[in-house]
């Protein structure tokens, strides 16, 4: 009965409803899943919409959405750098998956300006953008080492494999010459680009401020950013896109984003590598027997004097017999290991365009190849993003984290002690409890607990108080301690105890005001920027050491003895530091057509002191996007999609020096008649003068999209001058002071850098293929020098002889700013008679100490260059030679896609540099001298001289170790060792394989990804030392660098 | 949403306040040159500072005695050292011969001089090298008068606190900065007129933060920039320093007008062409300083027997001084041989006996019969025992041993006599005057002048028939000779009056041509030529002298 009376009355409901309906189009219900056209991932939080109505539905988790929209309307899917697809509906059409690629087109990105968003199209400046997906599968302590190869103009060379430690990052080549140390302790003062992590400036440089022989367990504040977290990394280039970050952005700006939540549902990502470091390949060395019958045989032929007596008291040689001397131990063995290691992750996030928010949590380990030396760090970062309404939105974040390194018997980046017992003779026995040397067991048996511990909390508030006009301020405070405790047992310093405990906090607050103005008159578009800016930075570090607690377990308590104490209190580098800036930046651009923009900035120091504590950046960019004319898009739309071009030129200041520099400084001196005494110190001569240092930029810039995407071409070219850079002159005595910082260095760069994308197949193939290469060729040279150098500078301090020994530097006007000053080898005397006769004293060309016989060469001494002719090898025989500055670097990139299936292989080349071969000079010194206590090297196929007559040897005669005290003839400083030091690296080869949706559904989860990756595979090279790649900045094979390790992955990324 | 705006407001404007105080910081770890200067105490400080600099580089070496006594010759070592003192061979290199003055025993009578090898000027360059050839370094520290690097610190010092002071320092009323003005202009011409008497040609300048490497200069010219330097300042000190605690040892007229005495003196020798002048200037300086001492009764001579007084310092007859106490620094006690009288003396001045039996150096009979033809002289008896004997056992020079030794009671420890260093003394003064005077001929006035001085040691007054055989001028000569031995002027004097290539006059004499080249200067340190293409040495010391 009910329903027979319900029934009608529905269908006239409907019948009702339909009169409505029947004068409108029918809606569909249209279901479907939208995936990563590469990886088949689903693109959760994409938006499905129609043309009409704009963006409505997201996809869920699944990448699966549902949406209810007019028959055959067009859908429309958008998701952030992916390239929108739309689809028409067809009849009855309820199914439509989609699969969506990244926008390949650069001039759709959003760039950031001035801590402000903008579209690529708009803006002047030149950079470049990275994904976060670039750098997920290697696990890497600090992330900026995958970035090397990647970005055309960036140099990075990953010259340590200390876990944790930065390598050396320039870009666009040098931006000073200043080195601190001379000679064979030089190294080049590190010009790092500005690091801003949202919207936060961060100083990458602060753990290598003091350079090798750095103190503390500082690690840079970078290795404590999780490479799960990261979303994106902008490189900035030129002086449009670096002048707003001020002086600090003088060397290149780095920006980088973190994840932000984007999925209504809530997304838990697990991510955990496991990976396995390798040690690469060792020095060979001739073990036990060999070393023993090869350094006998060595004295027996060439030894004089009473080297053969003296061979009968070397028990360790003569004596084969004692068990104590009858070893091949493996001393390299002992300090270098393979190590497993692992990393996890979980990162949590959700939220839509008005609320989101995110939890990452990493756990990052990694044991060095070298015993108790590691890193480890447990990071938690969270944000949250929220708009109350249309007009306002806040962001809030805070990062934590907690690192632990252990460096062992050395400092992070050197471990010369490993390094020199690594070499010891294979005669000797092992290591144990009562046959060790005491730096082998502080190598062994240090304990150490050190490692910063961070904080930072940043705000960030908008507020949209008219149409266009926003408002925004943002607040962070960082706060880290550093810590470091070691104990060395007694039996490894002397038999006392010794406890290093080292404390230090660096605090900083930054706050920063925004108003940003956005106008249209019609064709018109005009956009002011304000902001200014302050920091507050301070920074405190102490130092105690005691000697002698009471035994080997206890590490205390340990009671104040004079005697004990090693030194303690407050080191030097105690700052406290204000800065306060106001940048300004204006665009306007014309039909998007031309683009003009002018910014300038002031920035504020208390280093500078009160005088004139201003420096100003100013600024001008301008764009022409080409395609945007008519006249040309008409002829050329077939094949050109998009282009632009553009030039900037602009000015930024880095303040150098500080108070002490500009002012002097006033020590108290005791008393004098009983009034205490304050008397300038005379160091470094005041300079009220000092200026800071300029970096004028030039740039000009095209990019282009051809052939329907398959093409995109960046090319810039620049010409970078860096004026006022400090030069440190050494001044007479009757100055009083020991010296004076001038201004007057000045280098200048120019060079050309091009990054091609190629997408060789169609996008409709069922293999996706992308490769990105890219290159840039960067000269630098030496400009002016003060003119009391005369246009050359070379730093031999402290030595007024002739006799001088070392590898300096040599910089002089006109040529590349950082060459090596050497002697000129030119081979090996074939034969004594080849050497050169002094007429006027008969005596052979000779080295200088005094007119000894001995000290003259003979056949198979190594030939070098007599250049003043004066019949003596003294310092003024070197000449100026190389570069220890690459001159092209680049990469190149490989990303293939097959069903479940991607391969990327990633490659990173140098080329053009001359690297200091130490490690082959080493190896040749340990070959002469037979009564050391070191192992013999194998000479493998080097061309070592064999005898009289020999004329087409390379190394000079090794085995004369009598003759070779005389002759230094494998001295670091010669053109022997100057080596090419290009290379081309396999930096990573990564394979990755999605799991088939069912299964993966049938384990409940929602996607399994699962990669194996392989880093550091190969280095093709001409040079012969160990590693081209770890050398110093100055391009010197340094003794005790910490190896680079290859390292094999297996990764495994689960969503739930 | 109203509050939010109005927040947002005050955060902005909040982070505007007063920028140019938010970036003036103090840093608590050091003091830099933007937070100095700004008060009296500061520039005190500073200015104790310098003369700290200058006394530490007094105290280097014997400098008194190497640049006054020791290269004129006449001063001879003993052959052997006594208890733990070292042969002072360096004292006899200087005066350019290798003679010693053997052991007596206990014959008390004159000894002869063991003369060993021939007269040399250029022994000098074995007593300043810093090592001998067997690489033992030398004991006496001469090298250190071949550094100037201390000199050129205070100068620079100097330099910058006038420019401070004339940029304004707050809370210095006029008064004070002219007279701070005055006083570092003291120290820095002090310590060029030291350079020029050693040196000869120096580099001058006057620049604060000077950076550039500059030449030397003619000293005739810088002499001349140094006068006119302190002519104009010279009256924006007091008289004499009423702080008991500073006198002599700040710089005051007194100080000034002496220094200024001496370098018109010093420029009357070189600069032939005007000596007039310059002996005109000098006596009027002397009258004015003179004459304004009459008024306020210091600086005066004392009498001799309170020479003690006078020795330990901040006397009213001292005009500058490098002050050294025992009260104030008994554990940093200065180079053992700084003090001239260390190389005098024996027990009892000298402690402990069994180490000073003997006098490390003496002065040749002959030398001291120059000085004194006539023994009625209160100086003999107050400053000498045996003075004419020439024998290490009984010759000292108590002039410098008067006071009790620095470590007092402990007579076991190598004690030094409690004396400050004396550089200039209202006796140069008044001899000059009288120099000065008898170069212009009024000799009436220069006689007074002189017996000023004898008065005071009731030595009979000029002319004395009684065996004194000198005119005049020599006789002033002589007066100085022996009234301000020991303090760091006789063989300047020798050079400034040419005396030098006089063998009447001093046993290590110069020809003409030597003394032309240069060879009365001391050599200077080959670091000087480090980092300055502008730079030379004196050259009668490089090589073989000849260059």
Known sequence: MRKQIIWPLMFFCCLLMCQNLMAQVKKVTVKGTILDAVTKEPLTGATIGTQAEGGKTQADINGKYTVTVDEGSVLTFTFVSYKSESHKLAAGETTVNINMTTDAKQANEVVIRGYVKRNRDQTTGSSYIITGKEVQDNPVGNVEQLLQGKVAGLNIQNNTGAPGMRGSVNIRGLSTIATTGTGDAAFLQPTSPLYVIDGVPLDADKASEFGFDQQGPGVSPLSLIPQEDIASMEILKDATATALYGSRGAYGVILIQTVRGKSKVPVIRYSAMFYLSAVPKLRETLGGAAERSFKVGQINKYGINDDKYRL????????????????????????????????????????????????????????????????????????????????????????????????????????????????????????????????????????????????????????????????????????????????????????????????????????????????????????????????????????TRITGTPNDQYEGPSGYDGNLSRGAGV??????????????????????????????????????????????????????????????????????????????????????????????????????????????????????????????????GFDATLFNSHLDITFDTYYKAVTNDLVSINLSNVLAFGSFQSNDGAISNYGYELALTIRPLKQSAKVKWTMNVNGALNYDVLVKLPAIFNGQYIDISGSNGLDVSGQFLAKRVGRNSLSNYLFTNEGVYATTAQVPVDPVTGV?????????????????????????????IDVRDRSVSGNTQPLITGGFSNTIGYGQFSLNVYCSYTAVRSVLNNSLAQRLVALSNPFGTNAVPSPGDLRIWRGTGDATATYANVYNYAHEQYMNNFRGEQTLWQEDGSYFKINQATLSYNLPKDLVKRLGLNAIRTTFTASNLAVFTPYSGPNVENVNNLGKDIDGAYPNPRTYTLGLNVNF | MKKIIICLLVVMVASQYSCKKFLDITPIDKVTGNNYYKSVQDVEANITDMYGQLYDKYVQTNTAGATGEFRSGEAIPSSSGSGARAVRGDVALLGGHKNRIPNSGTTPGLVNIQVNGTRSDRYLLFAVAERDDAGVTNPTRFSALTKWGEYYRVIQAANILVDKLQEGIPSLNQDQTKKYIAEAKFIRNYCYFTMVRLYGDVVYYTNAYQKDPLPRENMVSVIKKCIADMRSSKNDLPLTVTDPSNRSIRASKSAVICLLMNMNMWNAGFDLGGKTAYYQETAALGKELMDEAQVSGAPRLLSLSEWAVVMKGRSEEGLFELFNSVNYNPNNIPFALAPIGDAFTHFPYKLPEYDNRTSPVVLTAEYMKKLYPDTKDNRLAIWFDEPFNQNAETFQMKKFATNSPIDGGAGSVNGLPDNTFMIF???????????????????????????????????????????????????????????????????????????????????????????????????IDVSALNNNPLMSLNSYWVGSGLE
């Open chain 1, 312 to 543: 009968s008291n070397t028990q360790f040689l003569s004596d084969s017999l004692n068990a104590y001397y009858n070893n091949s131990t493996n001393w390299q063995g002992i300090f270098y290991a393979n190590k497993f290691n692992t990393t996890h992750n979980i990162a949590l996030d959700g939220g839509d365009a008005r609320f989101n928010y995110k939890v990452n949590l990493k756990y990052f380990s990694q044991s060095g190849l070298i015993e108790k030396t590691g890193f480890e760090n447990y990071s938690m970062n969270m944000n949250m993003e929220f708009k109350p309404s249309s007009k306002l939105s806040f962001f809030g974040q805070i990062r934590t984290s907690m690192a632990r390194i252990r460096s062992g018997s050395g400092n992070q980046v050197l471990q010369t002690v490993v390094n020199a017992n690594g070499n010891k003779s294979t005669l000797q026995p092992g290591p144990s409890f009562l046959l060790a040397t005491s730096d082998v067991l502080s190598s062994l048996n240090i304990r150490e607990s050190s490692g910063p511990k961070n904080l930072s909390a940043n705000l960030n508030a908008t507020y949209e108080l008219l149409p266009g006009l926003s408002l925004q301020t943002n607040g962070n405070y960082t706060y880290e301690i550093e810590t470091q405790d070691k104990f060395l047992p007694a039996a490894a310093n002397g038999q006392f105890a010794r406890i290093d405990n080292f404390y230090g906090y660096s605090s900083e607050l930054y706050n920063r005001n925004n108003l940003t103005y956005t106008k249209s008159l019609g064709q018109h578009n005009l956009f002011f920027n304000v902001f200014n800016e302050i920091y507050v930075k301070k920074r405190q570090q102490s130092y």
């Open chain 1, 571 to 700: 080191l030097d580098n105690f700052y406290d530091l204000r800065t306060a800036s106001y940048a300004f930046a204006f665009t306007y651009d014309f039909k998007k057509k031309y683009v003009l923009d002018l910014t300038y900035r002031l920035d504020g120091s208390s280093a500078n002191g009160p005088v004139d504590p201003y420096t100003k950046n100013p600024s001008v960019g301008f764009r022409w996007n080409i395609t945007k004319e008519d006249w040309i898009a008409n002829h050329t739309s077939k094949w050109l999609d998009q282009a632009d071009l553009r030039l900037s030129v602009g000015q930024n200041i880095y303040p150098i020096g500080n108070l002490v520099d500009i002012y002097g400084r006033y020590n108290p001196n005791g008393f004098y008649n009983n009034q205490a005494r304050v008397g300038i110190d005379f160091g470094r001569v005041p300079n009220p003068n000092l200026l800071p240092k300029k970096v004028l930029q030039y740039n000009l």
């Open chain 1, 844 to 872: 052979r060309l000779r080295n200088l100490v005094g007119n000894n016989p001995l000290n003259s060469y003979q056949g198979g001494d190594a030939r070098l260059k007599d250049l003043n002719g004066d019949y003596v």
């Open chain 2, 425 to 523: 003394r209202y006796a140069d003064a008044i001899l000059l005057r009288a120099e000065a005077l008898a170069e212009l001929n009024q000799d009436a006035d220069a006689t007074t002048l002189l017996n000023i001085v004898r008065k005071r040691a009731t030595s009979p007054e000029f002319p004395n028939p009684n065996g004194e055989p000198y005119g005049l001028k020599d006789a002033i000569f002589y007066e100085r000779a022996k009234e301000l031995m020991g303090e760091g002027s006789h063989y300047f004097d020798l050079v400034r009056t040419k005396r030098l290539t006089n063998r009447l006059y001093t046993d290590n004499y110069l020809t003409s041509d030597k003394y032309a080249r240069g060879g009365w200067t001391w050599p």
